[in-house]
């Protein structure tokens, strides 16, 4: 009996899971684009529904009626697997980020995690890699000279950004003395990681617009210079996979920096539940994304490269060096 | 001295990504300005000014009689021949127009013919919603241009979009002549 409540439970949160994720999209690219229309002084989506409010449901509608289409010479095989490739790994990585501590239903604790691995940090990071197998697979697979230019792009933007991510998340670590998230949030009880770690934060954070490929850091997909990218000739569903993919790690981004620095569901001052303000933190950096996104111009290419290996990997070494040295 | 002075202190703001946290503050301000764009189809729109030249009408004078006197010079004017008038004689001996046809399609709405007519009798109003999917619609003749809207007093305002101009239905704004649309545009 035990079993199957436990095994019941832990289905009902991986199901609860995906249907979030798989349904925030829809409200972030409205939200998007209301805040793209209203910084560039227009009003954004406004003929659908109140506000424009069900203008991600027509998208969604036109997307799936969309023609499906191959190009002629493509890998049919690796075109096809490209979208779940991208797709998958950020709603997996998921299944290790705790959302709160539990709550209690009907008298039973409910933890609001899936699974509270001990090495929760090093899974997040090797999943995550995985996705940028979709991109390259989906941009070669296309035959197509700008798709394979956007996935080169991506292939080397993915490598160099998250050799500065992974050193700089080690000063947390280090802090925490732990890789569990959950042991990682419960160590800022008292003050937030982003007070000892700012730098470790800024790196984070920067490194971390790049791994989600957005602006300043989409070379991927600019569309000023290569069509879509590397998703330039896909369509239909298969696209939309790959654009729910991109806001999964936006959103596995910010939930991942409110967690390592900025406390998790600690609250300050107001005394709000813990998942409120674990979902109000996570909210203002998706914001600071979109935000992003409407003020700074794409960087260059070899300036990514450039910000990438001799500003962020020294900052991330030192910080690492301060860290141990303040440990010490 | 200060120049040196004003080095540092920018290479100090690069250092803390001034720059960067000018361009984001001005984004957020515009972020809750006003917004300059107006729900045209659905419903605003913008009214133009008095002297705006849009679609042509033909006036009548008091006895509701059509003021043209035939006289053509509109149609020599045109700079691109797209009036063609035929006079006739009327019952009370009075020289009109038997016909009277602007192909709105070639005209570039210059108002050469308002400023040429002798008689008061065309000139150009302010719709401006007469696109068509046909050019040959746009070939507008005498009965029709009577029936245009004239002339609005007011002008340079947001309206409702939806209102019958099709009509004699002239839109008046209640924003005063002169509206400064401008202002809109920058938060000052
Ligand atoms: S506005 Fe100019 S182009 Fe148009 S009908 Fe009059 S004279 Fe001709
Ligand atoms: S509209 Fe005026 S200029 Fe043209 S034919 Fe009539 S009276 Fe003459």
Known sequence: MELVVALGLIVFKVALLIAILLLLPLPLTWLERKIAGHVQQRMGPMRVGWHGLLQPVADGVKLLTKEDHIPAEADRFLFKLAPILALAPPFVVFVAVPFGESVSVLGTEITLYVSNMNVALLFVFAVIGIEVYGVIFGGWAANSKYAVLGSLRTCAQMISYEIPMGFAVIGV?????????LDIVRAQANVWNIVYQPVGFFVFFVAGLAESQRIPFDLAEAEGDLGAGFHTEYSGIRFAFFMVSEYAIMLLTSVLAVILFFGGWNGVLVPLPPLVWFVLK??????????????????????????????????????????????? | ?????????????????????????????????????????????????????????LKRDEEGEIKCVACELCARICPCYCIEVIPYEDEKGNRRPAKFEIDMARCLFCGLCEDACPADAIALGQQYEFSSFSSRDLVIGRDDLLGKPGKAMTGGGVVAARLNTEQDVLVETSEPQGYNWWRNIRRT
Not at chain 1, 173 to 181: G, I, P, Y
Not at chain 1, 293 to 322: C, E
Request: charged share 15%; aromatic share 22%.
């Open chain 1, 173 to 181: 670590v280090m802090l925490a003395q732990s890789m569990s998230l």
């Open chain 2, 1 to 57: 001295m200060s120049r040196t002075l004003d080095r540092i202190g920018t290479w100090i703001g690069w250092a803390f990504f001034a720059d960067l946290a000018n361009g984001l503050a001005l984004t957020f301000g515009y972020m809750f300005s006003k917004s300059v764009t107006m729900q045209y189809p659905d419903k605003e729109k913008w009214l133009p000014y008095s002297r705006y030249r849009g679609h042509h009408f």
């Open chain 1, 282 to 328: 996570v909210a203002f950096f998706v914001y600071v994304f979109i935000w992003f996104r409407f003020t700074f111009p794409r960087y260059r290419y070899d300036q990514l490269m450039a910000i990438g290996w001799k500003v962020l990997l020294p900052l991330s070494m030192a910080n690492i060096i301060i860290t141990g040295v303040a440990f010490l």
